[in-house]
Nanobody, 122 residues
Framework: QVQLVESGGGLVQAGASLRLSCTAS????????MGWFRQAPGKEREFVGT????????YSSDSVKGRFTISRDNAKKSVYLQMTSLKPEATDVYYC???????????????WGQGTQVIVSS
């Protein structure tokens, strides 16, 4: 069983930066690929990005490429989402997830955090 806890969300103005963190309870954290997703009320959960267990491979959605960066620190059992040049449409609940390999599909991730709210004001 893996428990994930996100933090770092909040209210920011458009153009600002924010870094989300996700800390895991997994014994072998480096054995999991980690994903970031976001979800607005009434909408499906949307892929943001993913990073391999080693941290060497990352993939991001086209909508955030160049502005959002995923990284991880396996010693701290944590994964991060650095968000820059935030736009109001980035207002969502952001979730981290753990799975066996990099994927854009929510179904490929077995473990999920509770989410952290990001609000970007215009």
């Amino acid at each position: 069983q893996v428990q994930l806890v996100e933090s770092g969300g909040g209210l920011v103005q458009a153009g600002a930066s924010l870094r989300l963190s996700c800390t895991a309870s997994a014994r072998t954290f480096s054995g999991y690929a980690m994903g970031w997703f976001r979800q607005a009320p009434g909408k499906e959960r949307e892929f943001v990005g993913t990073i391999s267990g080693s941290g060497l491979l990352t993939y991001s959605s086209d909508s955030v490429k160049g502005r959002f960066t995923i990284s991880r620190d396996n010693a701290k059992k944590s994964v991060y989402l650095q968000m820059t040049s935030l736009k109001p449409e980035a207002t969502d609940v952001y979730y981290c997830a753990a799975g066996p390999f990099n994927s854009r599909r929510t179904s490929e991730y077995a473990y999920w955090g509770q989410g952290t709210q990001v609000i970007v004001s215009s």
